[in-house]
């Protein structure tokens, strides 16, 4: 989610600033409090309706020229030469790949199960619709990409680096590997202003993080940084399997 500019907020609940109150700390912000289809929510998996036109998530990212930044709320990493990538909500139009940026604990839960890290691929169409794609991970064994960037992360913390790093070139292809089912909702940004007309992605499969990979990414934060579960309001859940391949997400449930 993009840090616009607008009053500064926290994660804290019952706080002044907290989540429940975002929407009454700017006129910016109105859709926080009064949005219909906000994020994250938790998915049901028994209600989440298969749908076999969804497309796979076939995309590309080439390596990439890669900023890490603290932001003080999550760590952001941005990519100065975007990249196309191909559309994330099923549609014909052409989406830019703009940044990846992490919450710990997941924002997103699966039969109400919280994962200890979710990453998330934001991509930003010509008009401004933005469809994102959400991975959650379970601890286990360590994942290359976050070895490539190791040495990268424990420099951010450092106060020398005044929260910004040149990460250099970063390789993507393992966060493009097969990824098979999905499930897809409409929803909002899960940060202030929380605009709307978000589409969500959410991988059905769970990666695998380390420990100390995860330490590193959430290490230099000061505390959590996940929004509590949104109303449905009405919404639907789709889910997408690739034919011929088993329901992944039944052995996490």
Not at 34 to 43: D, H, T
Not at 67 to 86: C, E, H, R, S, Y
Not at 149 to 158: C, F, G, P, Q, S
Not at 218 to 233: E, F, I, M, V
Request: proline letters at 8%; aromatic letters at 8%.
């Amino acid at each position: 989610d993009d840090h616009w500019s607008g009053p500064g907020y926290g994660y804290t609940p019952g706080s002044w600033d907290g989540p429940e109150n975002w929407g009454k700390l700017s006129p910016k912000y109105r859709l926080c409090g009064e949005g219909k289809k906000q994020s994250p929510i938790n998915i049901v998996t028994a209600q989440a309706i298969p749908n076999p036109n969804l497309d796979t998530l076939a995309r590309v990212y080439a390596a990439s020229n890669a900023t890490l930044i603290n932001t003080g709320k999550d760590i952001t990493m941005t990519f100065p030469d975007n990249q196309q990538a191909p559309a994330a909500d099923g549609s014909k139009k052409v989406f830019t790949f703009k940044v990846i940026h992490w919450h710990s604990p997941s924002e997103h839960t699966i039969d109400g199960r919280r994962f200890p890290l979710e990453l998330h691929l934001v991509h930003v169409s010509d008009n401004g619709d933005i469809a994102v794609i959400g991975i959650l991970y379970s601890l286990g064994e360590p994942d290359s990409f976050y070895d490539q960037i190791a040495d990268k992360l424990r420099e951010l913390r450092r106060s020398e680096s005044h929260g910004v790093v040149a990460a250099g070139m970063v390789e993507l292809r393992s966060l493009q590997k097969r990824t098979g089912s999905y499930f897809r909702y409409s929803g909002s940004l899960t940060t202030p202003p929380c605009t709307e007309k978000v589409t969500w992605n959410i991988l059905g499969k769970v990666r695998e993080i380390s420990a100390e990979q995860l330490q590193l990414l959430t290490g230099a934060l000061p505390g959590k940084d996940n929004r509590p579960a949104q109303p449905l309001n009405g919404r639907s859940v789709a889910f997408y399997n690739p034919p011929n391949s088993t329901v992944s997400f039944q052995s996490i449930a």
